[in-house]
């Protein structure tokens, strides 16, 4: 003999849909304009995925959510492709925010120390070397 089996009082509440704005789904296009804002000029800042974008100041009261989180996040530097990803931004859209920035002396892009650009470790010895004899 098998127990009966017990019914719920309430019933089961379906699952939430997914919020917006997760991997694979569209965002709202209307968000992206309010956040970037009206490009009046048309002009950006030339900047690829790799430039470092450093933060000169603290974030002033009038600058947006978005400004202000791009500015805490930049004390250190930050590329603009990592700076895309931790605020959830496309690519355009936190080109329009740095440029914006840039204007206001907010911020500061640099372009990424390659490699091949930095002396040999021999070459720098030997002028270590040459200043102690002196």
Same mark, same amino acid.
């Not at 997914?18 to 991997?23: T, Y």
């Given at each position: 003999m098998t127990p009966p089996r017990r019914q719920r009082r309430y019933p089961q509440q379906e699952p939430l849909p997914? =919020?917006?704005?997760?991997?694979g789904e569209e965002k709202n296009p209307e968000?992206?304009?309010v956040v970037a804002g009206a490009d009046e000029d048309g002009s950006r800042a030339a900047l690829d995925l790799v430039t470092l974008i450093v933060a000169r100041a603290e974030p002033p009261p009038s600058a947006t959510p978005e400004q202000a989180?791009?500015?805490r996040l930049c004390t250190s530097p930050l590329s603009? =492709?990592?700076l895309s990803a931790y605020l959830n931004l496309p690519f355009s859209a936190v080109t329009v925010l740095i440029t914006e920035l840039l204007t206001a002396e907010l911020v500061q892009a640099r372009a990424p120390i390659v490699r091949q650009a930095v002396p040999d470790r021999s070459l720098?010895?030997?002028v270590m070397h040459g200043l102690q004899r002196l």
């Open positions: 997914p =919020a917006p704005g997760k991997r968000r992206l304009y989180a791009l500015l603009v =492709a990592e720098l010895e030997a």
